[in-house]
């Protein structure tokens, strides 16, 4: 296999495939060619945080190992605030989540666009996190995460029908690039916190359309289109 950059890499794409074993032991051998890569560090935080709620605290300590290797590491600053809100602290979550958002200012690049707008969005700021997303879609319209973010944005802003609708791009376009499972899943998780965080919207018909589809393409089915609110 190649170095621990490469490997980091095979890890992310194989969270993107739904293949958790696979990337786990990627990121793994990641760290153990180069502990002093904050890459390797960053990718074993990512498969960690999506192996569930009991190795959340080791997913918090990857992530705080590649920012000490890598002050300037977004995606490990915002992964380390996505686990503490999990974990239960929020305030230092979103110390964090802020300090993304201003270090990404003023850098236009669709993946730093991305990080901003899921920072935005976890810190309540709809309107700049949709922003920040339809600009990464303006430079790379096949970035699945970005419309799947952009979707539940829209979700928690109050607008459901253009929320399903985004949703239904983001899984179209999912297929059409092949196997992005892990992705959908992710994006089922992030819909299911979203609505613990807001119950207001659980039991709103647009949320149980979006649950049902994420959940039917995240496992291979293929439920109708939601169409409208």
Known sequence: MGDADDLARLALASVDAGDLRSALAAAEEAVARDARSPE???ALGWVLENLGEGRLQEAARAYER???????ALLAKEGLANVLRRLG???????LAAAVVALAAGDPRAETLELRGWCELQL??????ERSFRRALDQEPELV???LDLALTLLCAGRPSEALAAYDEAIATAERLGDLRGVLAIALDDLEQALAARPELAPTPAAAAAR????????GGAPAPMGGA
């Open 66 to 72: 590649a920012i000490a290797l890598d002050p300037g």
């Open 89 to 95: 602290r929020p305030a230092e979550a979103d110390t």
């Open 40 to 42: 390797a560090h960053t």
């Open 124 to 129: 309540g700021r709809l309107a700049d996190a």
């Open 212 to 219: 049902e589809r994420l959940r039917a393409a995240s496992t």
């Open 145 to 147: 995460s970005v419309r």
